[in-house]
């Protein structure tokens, strides 16, 4: 298949396109989209689907599309931006394979942006509207021996106060280009009449137990904990709960990324999962500093800004082995912690951070209206705002805040039982914060297994547990404000959640474009490395004796006009050459 011209391509998507000339049905991200829940009936419906793009007044022309990945990515060999006032068409047929149907069939999209309404056999099977977000729809009724499945998509992007994170139509700066559609895997699975739609898995290290609890039809069966094909601990459901006692376990951190197989069946319907011990909280260490702990240990969170961006997918992962590799680069770099910005990946994603021992700080995806430069200046002026005050926020619409918290539950449910998630950020940059402290009381009533940082970098409302930072520009040392509150109320924990940026282009692995975007800039690798080193030795290094217990470098990769990657946007340079170094002094603080 051809490259696209003007586009860069990672080793994975050229991969992708030299599958698709060898085997033009070659399947890409056909792997297992839910290895949190697995069932053994699966019939993946990625590939080639033909796709039209409606204007106003214009005809419907057919053409063909690589799915899952989106109109505007390369890798769907369309590369063509999808406007709020267009629709964006799918269809394909689909055959069920001989007894593949156990009772109802279930039609799952992964993400879909942003609403999209879907007909099968003429008919329509259902709705969803929320980008980043997995849904299922029992299609039974609908199926034919020959099925057609359509999809009507609109996205109006940044035009309205949806959720849409870092895309823009007019794309720039730390903005980055938009997708519309489809954007993950497309799947059936087949159930019996009664089935489990969902459970909760929840590790007590203390008590050693693990909690299970179920959605179903059906209110009553039996689970079992598994190492190997040895079974550790087991139980009953009754009333949809269940209690297993587990004495005997290793406790899963980034250093002993140690799982354990989970089975769950109810009636006829059997699920696996997995899980790992571990406790995620907050604790005074010897010093009386307030850290965060894992395990009932102080625990540094040494982390990146990871923005999920590739520029051959945009926020489509082009394989399996591209997520791994992002994981697998920071970690061999000797970084613990990734924190997922403003993004929902791929359960499969989650899985590789779960299995290779990475903690995964996630964001919730960001949305209201644009008021990102007004409070930027309030903030760096230090004018503390109120965000019950919701215009100055980009808040004023109350079906906003209500999407916003439908969007949330979506996000907490979706991802609860991924092992290696450590920490919930509801606001980022006060980009659509509103009432962040009654959201966040929410979230821990939700899950109370996780740390929370109620509002990360700016517009502090002072109720958290964490006083949360961005500092770029400038040089950063522990606040003298935070210390003098330290004294008073010792409970807050002090992260450093965005700093660094440097930047530095490196020629042949950047995006084209007109201007580059970071907040230092450096002329090569090497200056580069040193600026790095300075920047731990001098500031962060000094700041983890006096409390600071987890740093959040921007970031993982370059990403369109931001240069200022650990890596390239390509993933091929590593333009750090200090990285290591500086985490292995960390290990010994």
């Given at each position: 298949?051809?490259?696209?011209?003007?586009?860069?391509?990672?080793?994975?998507g050229?991969?992708?396109?030299?599958?698709?000339?060898?085997?033009?049905?070659?399947?890409?991200?056909?792997e297992?989209?839910?290895?949190?829940?697995?069932r053994?009936?699966?019939?993946?419906?990625?590939?080639?689907?033909?796709?039209?793009?409606?204007?106003?007044g214009?005809?419907?022309?057919?053409?063909?599309?690589?799915?899952?990945?989106s109109?505007?990515?390369?890798?769907s060999?369309?590369?063509?931006q999808?406007?709020?006032?267009?629709?964006?068409?799918?269809?394909?047929?689909f055959f069920?394979?001989?007894?593949?149907n156990?009772?109802?069939?279930l039609?799952?999209?992964?993400?879909?942006?942003?609403?999209?309404r879907?007909?099968?056999?003429?008919?329509t099977?259902?709705?969803?509207?929320?980008?980043?977000f997995?849904?299922?729809?029992?299609?039974?009724?609908?199926?034919?021996?020959?099925?057609?499945?359509?999809?009507?998509?609109?996205?109006?992007?940044?035009?309205?106060?949806?959720?849409r994170g870092?895309?823009r139509?007019?794309?720039?700066n730390?903005?980055?280009?938009?997708?519309?559609?489809?954007?993950?895997?497309?799947?059936?699975?087949?159930?019996?009449?009664?089935?489990?739609?969902?459970?909760?898995?929840?590790?007590?290290?203390?008590?050693?137990q693990?909690?299970?609890?179920?959605e179903?039809?059906?209110?009553?069966?039996?689970?079992?904990?598994?190492?190997?094909?040895?079974?550790?601990?087991?139980?009953?459901?009754?009333?949809?709960?269940?209690?297993l006692?587990?004495?005997?376990?290793?406790?899963?951190?980034?250093?002993?990324?140690?799982l354990?197989?989970?089975?769950?069946?109810?009636?006829?319907?059997?699920v696996?999962?997995?899980?790992?011990?571990?406790?995620?909280?907050?604790?005074?260490?010897?010093?009386?500093?307030?850290?965060?702990?894992?395990?009932?240990?102080?625990?540094?969170?040494n982390?990146?800004?990871d923005q999920?961006?590739?520029?051959?997918?945009?926020l489509?992962?082009?394989?399996?082995?591209a997520?791994i590799?992002?994981?697998?680069?920071m970690?061999?770099?000797?970084?613990?912690m990734?924190?997922?910005?403003?993004?929902?990946?791929?359960?499969?994603?989650?899985?590789h951070?779960?299995?290779?021992?990475?903690?995964?700080?996630?964001?919730?995806?960001?949305?209201?209206?644009?008021?990102?430069?007004?409070?930027?200046?309030?903030?760096?002026?230090?004018?503390?705002?109120?965000?019950?005050?919701?215009f100055?926020?980009?808040?004023?619409?109350?079906a906003?805040?209500?999407e916003?918290?439908?969007?949330?539950?979506?996000?907490?449910?979706?991802?609860?039982n991924?092992?290696?998630?450590?920490?919930?950020?509801?606001?980022?940059?006060?980009?659509?914060?509103?009432?962040a402290?009654?959201?966040?009381d929410?979230?821990?009533?939700?899950d109370?297994?996780?740390?929370?940082?109620?509002?990360?970098?700016?517009?502090?409302q002072?109720?958290?547990?964490?006083?949360?930072l961005?500092v770029?520009?400038?040089?950063?040392?522990?606040?003298k404000?935070?210390?003098?509150?330290?004294?008073?109320?010792r409970?807050?924990?002090l992260?450093?959640?965005?700093?660094?940026?440097?930047?530095?282009?490196?020629?042949?692995?950047?995006?084209?474009?007109r201007k580059?975007?970071?907040?230092r800039k450096f002329a090569?690798?090497?200056?580069?490395?040193?600026?790095y080193?300075?920047?731990?030795?001098?500031?962060i290094?000094?700041?983890?004796?006096?409390?600071?217990?987890?740093?959040?470098?921007?970031q993982?990769?370059?990403?369109?006009?931001?240069?200022?990657?650990?890596?390239?946007?390509?993933?091929?340079?590593?333009?750090?050459?200090?990285?290591?170094?500086?985490?292995k002094?960390?290990?010994?603080?």
């Amino acid at each position: 298949m051809e490259k696209m011209k003007n586009t860069l391509y990672t080793a994975f998507g050229e991969t992708v396109l030299d599958k698709l000339d060898r085997e033009d049905d070659w399947i890409p991200l056909s792997e297992y989209p839910r290895p949190q829940m697995v069932r053994d009936s699966y019939l993946c419906l990625n590939g080639w689907w033909n796709y039209a793009i409606i204007s106003d007044g214009s005809e419907i022309v057919w053409d063909r599309i690589l799915v899952p990945f989106s109109p505007e990515a390369a890798l769907s060999t369309v590369g063509r931006q999808v406007f709020p006032k267009d629709r964006l068409l799918y269809r394909r047929t689909f055959f069920l394979p001989e007894h593949f149907n156990r009772g109802r069939v279930l039609l799952h999209f992964d993400a879909v942006d942003y609403k999209c309404r879907i007909t099968l056999n003429g008919q329509t099977a259902g709705e969803h509207k929320g980008g980043y977000f997995a849904f299922c729809i029992d299609i039974t009724a609908f199926l034919a021996e020959v099925n057609e499945l359509a999809l009507e998509v609109t996205d109006p992007t940044d035009t309205t106060y949806i959720a849409r994170g870092k895309q823009r139509l007019h794309r720039g700066n730390i903005w980055y280009t938009p997708q519309s559609g489809i954007w993950q895997t497309v799947w059936l699975e087949s159930v019996p009449e009664n089935y489990i739609e969902s459970f909760r898995i929840t590790p007590d290290i203390d008590k050693r137990q693990v909690f299970l609890e179920i959605e179903s039809t059906l209110s009553i069966g039996s689970a079992v904990i598994k190492d190997g094909a040895a079974t550790i601990a087991q139980g009953l459901i009754t009333d949809k709960k269940a209690i297993l006692n587990f004495p005997d376990f290793e406790l899963w951190s980034p250093e002993n990324p140690r799982l354990y197989d989970v089975e769950i069946r109810v009636g006829n319907d059997l699920v696996k999962s997995f899980t790992g011990m571990r406790k995620f909280s907050l604790g005074k260490d010897e010093d009386g500093f307030t850290r965060l702990f894992l395990n009932n240990r102080p625990y540094f969170h040494n982390g990146v800004l990871d923005q999920g961006y590739y520029p051959d997918g945009l926020l489509t992962p082009p394989s399996d082995d591209a997520m791994i590799y992002d994981i697998t680069a920071m970690k061999d770099l000797g970084f613990n912690m990734l924190r997922k910005h403003i993004k929902i990946e791929p359960l499969r994603w989650y899985y590789h951070c779960d299995r290779l021992g990475m903690i995964v700080w996630q964001d919730m995806v960001n949305g209201g209206r644009n008021r990102f430069m007004f409070m930027n200046v309030l903030s760096y002026l230090k004018v503390p705002v109120k965000d019950s005050l919701h215009f100055f926020f980009g808040r004023q619409e109350n079906a906003g805040r209500e999407e916003y918290m439908t969007d949330a539950d979506r996000t907490i449910k979706h991802l609860y039982n991924v092992t290696s998630l450590g920490m919930w950020v509801p606001f980022n940059e006060s980009w659509g914060q509103f009432d962040a402290d009654r959201v966040g009381d929410w979230v821990k009533e939700k899950d109370s297994s996780r740390t929370i940082d109620r509002y990360s970098g700016w517009h502090d409302q002072g109720h958290s547990d964490f006083t949360s930072l961005h500092v770029y520009f400038r040089s950063f040392k522990v606040p003298k404000s935070w210390e003098r509150r330290r004294k008073r109320n010792r409970e807050k924990c002090l992260i450093l959640t965005e700093f660094g940026g440097y930047s530095y282009k490196e020629p042949g692995h950047h995006f084209i474009n007109r201007k580059d975007f970071g907040y230092r800039k450096f002329a090569g690798k090497s200056e580069l490395s040193r600026g790095y080193r300075d920047l731990y030795e001098k500031e962060i290094i000094p700041a983890m004796k006096k409390g600071l217990s987890a740093a959040v470098y921007t970031q993982l990769t370059d990403v369109e006009d931001e240069v200022n990657g650990i890596l390239t946007y390509d993933r091929k340079v590593l333009k750090i050459d200090s990285v290591r170094d500086i985490n292995k002094m960390l290990e010994y603080m």
